[in-house]
């Protein structure tokens, strides 16, 4: 059973602090990795994905990735009293097309 | 944002009754995909479509069918609701990436209440 794991939170940070958001993985030949945002009530929206070791930056978002720990992991900085929502962790297998795994999400809660 | 429309957006009905949800896109994307989302598990794969009348099962297909006619039609069918298949429902769509998997984007979601 190929599983991803992440702490429920909630996490709280302060408005700009560093949020940091974690996901390990079961499956050692998994080969890409999702981070999307989801608002109550809302569908869930794409906010980052990396396929390769190291860190990806977008705007105020990294993701971080390392295969051999099986663990990705999102950073969020100057986080935002809008930032606050669960954000789920999403791998992928190593076949095109398959369906994605998903946790089951980390609340982050950002106070002002 | 993605074209990817869910119908209709909220539903209540019965044990026992059929209920179909379809999910419309105009990205001309190969593969979509069904989830439910509970609380307490998260999205959960119900069926997927790699193609026009190619489909697939996923985690909890028990109680599901789908249909895929055309490549912006996916449709997903509950034959006989029951009051456990109450969930939130999304549609997503993805297209192919040579590393594997692309990101996979998601519809509005239908609230489905089975009473």
Known sequence: ?112 | DAGITQSPRHKVTETGTPVTLRCHQTENHRYMYWYRQDPGHGLRLIHYSYGVKDTDKGEVSDGYSVSRSKTEDFLLTLESATSSQTSVYFCAISETKPTGEGPQHFGDGTRLSIL
């Open chain 1, 1 to 112: 059973q190929k599983e991803v794991e992440q702490n429920s939170g909630p996490l709280s940070v302060p408005e700009g602090a560093i949020a940091s958001l974690n996901c390990t993985y079961s499956d050692r030949g998994s080969q890409s990795f999702f981070w999307y945002r989801q608002y109550s009530g809302k569908s869930p929206e794409l906010i980052m994905f990396i396929y390769s070791n190291g860190d990806k930056e977008d705007g105020r978002f990294t993701a971080q990735l390392n295969k051999a720990s099986q663990y990705v992991s999102l950073l969020i900085r100057d986080s935002q009293p809008s930032d606050s929502a669960t954000y789920l962790c999403a791998v992928g297998a190593n076949q095109a097309g398959t369906a994605l795994i998903f946790g089951k999400g980390t609340t982050l809660s950002v106070s002002s």
